[in-house]
């Protein structure tokens, strides 16, 4: 794991403060008058709050006079390590005093610290009396809880090299680090309290950069369509001719004549293909009825070319022969009580439909089939058309006419286009990004383009769910397109809180060689190195 460090100056570096007027104090006691230690104590949480002490007992304080040099602060893994050289040169420790000196990191709103050991200076009188004692009982916690005790020999040169670590949390990130020293006298009496700020700013919280790419739209030299439809034409039982007066065929027959008119009479339409398909219902058996089914598909094509003056090359009929999967889909509608046995046995024999109509019909009494043949079989009874074109690409102006009038016609590009005549906002723009989430809602330039914008709006589920659906695979080598799909997936992991799902994505998106991937994956590793 990469190390933070914050390194200070090398030059002598000193706390200028002025002498009493700056500490904290516990209150100041006569010599002869017992009163409790003042020491604080090791590395542990302390309420910042509960150090606060009245301005009138503020007296004692060395601060002004002891040199804290080479200061580093340095995050390495799970732990905050403080090292730095405490200068006692120009310092002249009262022969009755013990000074405590007490570095802690402190959180950025000052609600939390953690302390880290402490360092005891003793005077020359206070050190022998602590020796004594310790000769005596040894039972000193304070001062055992201390990383070095120091006897101060005034007048010379006198230096500690301090070396101490906390374990790391994450508030600690834009912190500081502050020194508190507790000065007592003889008899542990307390003779001033003060803590300063160390070192500022520390460990800054590092803020990602989190970039993202864009997709063009896919070229589309040709554009080639198709429409299909569903032509509900009425047959007589065992019978392929077209009656027009038969039901409701006649209005049947206008609305295929008139769809197929509005694709031909448009002059930027050219027509490549007409596919018809016929189907029966189960009655009978299978094999007659492909024959029947086929002999409506071509009945229905005869009566499309005649009307609408097609070549006949332009025909092509195909035939499926018992709908059973639109026998299924209409039953499923229904209430009939005996549908699911049915629908079981439709998805069961699907290889041999003779077997499946015999099963069906064993299970059924004759009223219940009358009633599949009245109300079921007529739907099955029908032709599809379909209807191949290709289309010639537009200017602005013309696609923002057909955005309205046959969007169908436009590409992505051309609809993209639009959108950026009008500017993000306009109601123009909005329902030109609805025609293409219709027409297009797996384009990967759509895609992607509506995954940044959930991002933006915070919705990273939503950002994650639209790439997800395209089913990238999760192994192999990924495109291009793939690849920068991949990396805004990570953005929406990563701004979601999701790091290991967003650090597989930066991953396989660096790795087939996007580049904001490769940049997004170096910011996620600083973003966990803070976790």
Request: proline letters at 4%; hydrophobic letters at 35%.
């Amino acid at each position: 794991m990469k190390k933070h460090i914050i390194i200070l100056s090398a030059i002598t570096l000193s706390l200028v403060l002025s002498a009493g007027s700056t500490a904290f104090a516990a209150g100041k006691t006569s010599a002869s008058t017992a009163c409790p230690a003042l020491a604080p104590g090791g590395a542990e949480n302390h309420d910042a709050d509960n150090r606060t002490v009245p301005e009138k007992d503020r007296n004692v304080s060395y601060l002004d006079v002891i040199r804290f040099e080479n200061r580093e602060l340095i995050k390495d893994d799970g732990s905050v390590s403080l090292n730095m050289d405490i200068v006692l040169d120009s310092t002249k420790i009262r022969t009755q005093h013990t000074v405590t000196l007490t570095p802690a990191l402190v959180s950025k709103d000052g609600s939390r610290e953690m302390r880290f050991e402490p360092v005891i200076i003793d005077g020359s009188v206070r050190h022998k009396v602590f020796l004594r004692q310790d000769r005596l009982d040894g039972t000193r916690p304070q001062r055992d809880s201390a990383q070095a005790i120091i006897k101060r020999q005034n007048g010379k040169e006198q230096e500690y090299t301090y070396v101490s670590e906390v374990p790391y949390g994450r508030w600690m990130l834009d912190g500081s680090i502050r020194i508190y020293e507790t000065v007592s006298g003889c008899a542990d009496c307390g003779e001033g309290m003060s803590d300063r700020t160390l070192i500022g700013h520390i460990l800054p919280e590092f803020i990602p950069e989190w970039r993202t790419g864009t997709i063009a739209p896919e070229p589309e030299p040709i554009k080639i369509r198709a429409e299909t439809r569903v032509a509900r034409l009425q047959f007589r039982h065992d019978r392929y001719d077209i009656l027009p007066s038969l039901a409701n065929n006649r209005a049947v027959l206008d609305t295929v004549y008139n769809s197929i008119a509005l694709v031909k009479e448009k002059e930027y339409i050219y027509i490549t293909g007409i596919y018809v398909a016929g189907f029966a219902s189960p009655e009978g058996t299978y094999e007659y009825n492909v024959r029947l089914s086929s002999n409506r598909a071509r009945a229905f094509a005869d009566y499309i070319e005649k009307k609408n003056d097609f070549n006949h090359d332009l025909m092509h009929v195909e035939w499926s022969g018992e709908d059973w999967d639109g026998f299924r889909t209409e039953l499923d509608k229904t209430f009939f009580p005996k549908k699911d046995s049915i629908i079981s046995i439709i998805d069961t024999y699907t290889q041999d439909r003779n077997e499946c109509e015999r099963r069906m019909r064993s299970i059924l009494t004759a009223a219940e089939y009358k009633w599949l043949v009245d109300e079921i079989y007529p739907y099955l009874r029908h032709c599809t058309y379909r209807v191949e074109y290709n289309v010639r690409n537009f200017n602005l102006e013309e696609a923002k006419e057909l955005i309205y009038e046959r969007p169908q016609d436009l590409n992505l590009k051309e609809i993209y286009e639009v959108a950026a005549s009008y500017g993000k906002g306009t109601e123009g723009y909005e329902h030109a990004m609805t025609v293409a989430q219709e027409y297009y809602p797996t384009a990967p330039a759509l895609v992607n383009d509506l995954a940044i914008e959930a991002i933006a709006q915070g919705e990273y589920d939503k950002a994650i769910r639209g790439i997800m659906e395209l089913d990238i695979a999760t192994e192999g080598e990924l495109t291009e397109k793939e690849a920068e799909l991949t990396n805004t997936l990570g953005v929406a992991y990563a701004k979601g809180g999701q790091y290991q799902e967003a650090k597989s994505a930066f991953e396989r998106a660096s790795g087939a060689g996007n580049e904001e991937a490769s940049h997004n994956l170096t910011q996620l590793l600083n973003v966990l190195d803070q976790m």
